[in-house]
């Protein structure tokens, strides 16, 4: 559970580091602009990701706790 707690954390720094420098790169957006669709393609590859990152962190604990 510790393990579990410490990628919990670390996905929320992420969180809060993209929306940091998202904010950096594209500012407040104007209170008097009509929302536009919301994104659904353009985080497919950020899901695929972090599916991946998931798959891959589950890999490597199940290695570590097969004796050796």
Do not use: H
Not at 20 to 40: F, K, W
């Amino acid at each position: 559970w510790v393990a579990f707690a410490s990628v919990l954390l670390l996905v929320v720094a992420f969180a809060g580091i993209l929306r940091s420098v998202n904010q950096m790169l594209y500012g407040r957006p104007d209170e008097d602009l009509p929302r536009g669709d919301a994104l659904t393609w353009p985080l497919a590859p950020l899901t695929v990701n972090l599916a991946l990152l998931l798959v891959l962190l589950l890999a490597m604990n199940a290695a570590a706790k097969r004796p050796a």
